[in-house]
């Protein structure tokens, strides 16, 4: 037979042994939650090397607006120059008009350009936020696994006074 708690402890033993049980059963639980988070956020990285992926490409892409843009520039200047020689030069303004239809061509190229620009943005933005709050989550879990710890301590720390001699 078990000695008798001094009369001052806050719980009993099987009152801590049941706490210490439902914490256990909690913990398991976060656990499993914990792993859940662990593949998603296995997942969500290899989306971030995805994600790199895209903006190595999105930079790639943004070179090349950038010398298109130059190159737009470059024929808008082309264009003006045919238009003032037009009267004199039949060939320039073939020239024109074909530089015109590229041109057009680049702006509806620009343009698709700026909308994949922006999902990618939006996308990323995306996995900035999925990636917070798997943080929180993991933050919660370890707070609740030194909860457990300090609960263990605690009932180990019961059973040794109970074990112990009074007086």
Do not use: F
């Amino acid at each position: 037979m078990q000695p008798p708690l001094p009369s001052d402890l806050p719980l009993t033993l099987p009152e801590l042994q049941a706490e210490n049980d439902r914490l256990r059963l909690e913990l398991a639980e976060y656990r499993e939650r914990l792993n859940i988070q662990a593949d998603t956020i296995r997942e969500l990285s290899g989306q971030a090397s995805a994600g790199t992926v895209i903006r190595s490409y999105y930079d790639l892409q943004n070179d090349e607006l950038l010398r298109l843009r130059e190159y737009i520039r470059e024929l808008m200047q082309r264009a003006e120059g045919a238009a003032s020689r037009e009267a004199e030069l039949e060939k320039q303004v073939s020239l024109s008009v074909s530089s015109s239809y590229q041109l057009d061509d680049i702006r509806s190229q620009y343009n698709h350009l700026q909308a994949q620009l922006s999902d990618l943005q939006d996308r990323l933005q995306d996995l900035y936020r999925q990636q917070a709050a798997i943080q929180q989550q993991a933050a919660r879990v370890s707070e609740l696994e030194s909860q457990l710890a300090m609960a263990e301590e605690e009932i180990e720390l019961l059973k040794l006074r109970q074990a112990s001699p009074p007086g």
